[in-house]
């Protein structure tokens, strides 16, 4: 694989690419929402030579770009969505919204969704170069931060056919991602019971609240009889209303259940919804339970991730791992939907530098570091190293046999 051909081609393209980020940057745009982005990116791999097919899965703000033909099917995820209450003037140290109360890039996606366009146009154009053979595909995946857009589009079947894939995503370190993410289930507990005047006729009532309430206290209690690991959250998305003398008819909580492996997240959902129902019939009120998503936990592909370092490793500071590769690992605290898409298919991962040490992911100072010259200098060294990555495989047969070998064992060991 010829690393200083694939970095001109990249360098080639880096103001275009800088301008496609800024550009999803100044129209932020929250999950399933992301028109503006889905077009731009879509738009950006048609000039390109791929053929782009938009409203993949069913979701209008997905696409599919692929180039090329035949194995191997190397696939890239690309992401473009904002954070609600985020908005923030790019550069600015100090809270200043663009627009009160809007959306912003907390998280980078911008970059994310560029950077990984740049890795496929920069393989496509390699494999013109060089008369390797193979498809590339990008993948334009709505709804990260919530509502699991890659759960969605992999139920779907618009993963299928891939012999591997590769995901980045902006962060303040150099790294390829060796260690798991949390799984993630997402339940909705509605309750509803019987409106009454809460002085003169409580009798009549069955308090929806009451019930929200005494789910949440058994759900505290079975905190202490679940794995340490496993995280449990909720907040009220229904309160039942702001009249302390009706009896709330409606309420509803939304919770996440997080822990390393998904079969524990499924074996405590199932306990919460049985803590659920036991509110219910204490409140004599009748539950909606919804399972709103399920964010697998990612299975880290070693194989791939090993070509990812080792690209990291030989390009210029500060895009140099500090450290070594580590395979093991205790579970990141954080949950991603890219975890899906590593169930199905070989999925390496990398972080770059792209924010000063320090910065937390989801807050304003993240969204306005967002359009600084290291961001996009950091969504440049992921595209390059992803699209190494992809070459090395299609010269290598035997990388991607490596990468599904393991793949297969992973997944078998994890169920
Ligand atoms: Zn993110």
Not at 133 to 144: D, I, Y
Not at 363 to 380: D, I, V
Not at 390 to 410: H, N, T
Request: glycine residues 12%; charged residues 20%; negative net charge.
């Amino acid at each position: 694989m010829d690393l200083e051909l694939i970095l001109s081609l990249v360098r080639s393209r880096a103001e275009e690419l800088g301008a496609l980020s800024d550009a999803v940057w100044a129209h932020p745009e929250t999950a399933f929402r992301e028109s503006f982005a889905c077009a731009a990116l879509g738009g950006h791999m048609a000039a390109r030579g791929f053929s782009v097919e938009t409203g993949v899965g069913g979701l209008d703000t997905a696409f599919r770009a692929s180039w090329g033909e035949g194995s191997p099917a190397v696939g890239f995820l690309a992401e473009y969505d904002a954070l609600p209450g985020l908005s923030q003037e790019a550069g600015a140290d100090e809270r200043r919204e663009r627009e009160p109360g809007g959306p912003g890039h907390g998280c980078g996606h911008h970059l994310l969704g560029a950077g990984a366009a740049g890795a496929a146009v920069a393989l496509k154009e390699y494999l013109q170069r060089t008369g390797g053979t193979g498809t590339v595909v990008l993948f334009g995946c709505p709804a990260e931060e919530s509502g699991a857009g890659k759960e969605i589009l992999g139920r779907a079947g618009v993963f299928d056919g891939l012999d591997l894939c590769f995901a980045w995503h902006p962060d303040t370190v150099n790294c390829a991602v060796g260690t798991a993410s949390l799984a993630n289930i997402i339940l909705r507990a509605g309750f509803r019971g019987v409106a009454s005047h809460a002085a003169a006729a409580p009798e009549r009532g069955r308090s929806a609240l009451d019930a929200c309430e005494l789910m949440n206290v058994g759900a505290n209690y079975l905190r202490e009889h679940i794995p340490d690991a496993v995280r449990l959250h909720y907040a009220y998305t229904n309160s039942g209303g702001a009249s302390p003398n009706v009896v709330p008819e409606a309420a509803e909580l939304l919770y996440y259940v997080r822990a390393p492996k998904i079969a524990q997240a499924r074996d405590v959902a199932e306990r919460l919804h049985r803590v659920a129902q036991g509110a219910a019939l204490m409140t004599d009120t009748a539950l909606t339970w919804t399972v709103e998503s399920e964010m697998l936990d990612y299975l880290p592909c070693h194989t791939l991730n090993r070509v990812l370092d080792g690209v990291l490793r030989r390009l210029d500071p500060p895009f140099r791992p500090s450290e070594p590769y580590a395979d093991s690992g205790p579970c990141r605290s954080i949950s991603t939907d890219v975890g899906n898409v590593s169930w199905l298919v070989p999925t390496g991962q990398l972080f770059t530098a792209c924010f000063t040490p320090g910065t937390h992911f989801h807050t304003w100072q993240m969204t306005a570091q967002g359009c600084s010259r290291e961001a996009k200098e950091g969504m440049l060294a992921a595209a390059a190293a992803m699209a190494c990555a992809g070459a090395a495989a299609v010269e290598d047969q035997d990388l991607i046999c490596r990468a599904r070998e393991e793949w297969s064992a992973a997944r078998a060991g994890s169920l």
